[in-house]
């Protein structure tokens, strides 16, 4: 069984199709996916420009609740939790983050976590664990590290692969990182996320 960490931010929509990917790929594969989480806001501190457009701050919210749960309940539990946040819907933004502590049976007194920052530095060590593997360079969410075979960026993705289209991607992305002296390759300009229907 081959482990796959990943290292997601919760509000990033490229970065949920490709967590569905690594799902899917695990269904094709003997692949299990660990969560971790990381921070686009705890990435872009210090900048004068904010790539996120978040000059309120709302994207530490949900990244300090996954941070909780993830020091709490552990990684599985993340998991869950992260599923639940892009599959439950529902009406006040903070209400649809208790909703989703809910669905994925955790308490939904986690919600507190953020506004608060009791866990801005699990939340800072988790995104510096992140970029560590892929050698500190500035690279955004997702970062993927395979045990014992390569770590990396993405891939970003506007739809997600199933089935064997799901495994063939992660051989060839397996077989690019972890060629040795391998540094970056780019696909054409990036469409719109496409949605995933959860099975």
Excluded at 187 to 197: A, L
Aim: proline share 7%; glycine share 12%.
């Amino acid at each position: 069984m081959m482990m796959a960490d990943m290292w997601f931010d919760p509000s990033c929509p490229y970065t949920w199709l490709t967590s569905r990917w690594l799902i899917e790929v695990g269904k094709v594969r003997a692949v299990e996916v660990l969560w971790h989480v990381m921070s686009l806001s705890v990435l872009n501190e210090g900048r004068e420009d904010d790539p996120e457009g978040d000059p309120e701050g709302y994207l530490w919210v949900p990244a300090r609740i996954c941070a909780a749960v993830r020091k709490t309940h552990g990684q599985e539990a993340l998991g869950r939790f992260y599923t639940a946040l892009w599959t439950t819907g529902g009406g006040d933004w903070l209400g649809d983050l208790q909703t989703a502590l809910e669905t994925a049976d955790l308490p939904q007194d986690l919600a507190e976590a953020g506004m608060g920052h009791d866990y801005d530095d699990e939340l800072r060590a988790s995104t510096a664990e992140a970029l560590e593997h892929v050698g500190g360079n500035q690279v955004g969410t997702p970062v993927v590290a395979v045990t014992g075979r390569a770590a990396f960026f993405g891939p970003v993705i506007s739809r997600v692969p199933t089935g064997e289209d799901a495994g063939r991607l992660w051989d060839g992305v397996l077989l690019v990182a972890g060629t040795p002296g391998f540094h970056e390759l780019k696909g054409g300009p990036p469409s719109q996320p496409q949605p995933y229907e959860t099975r």
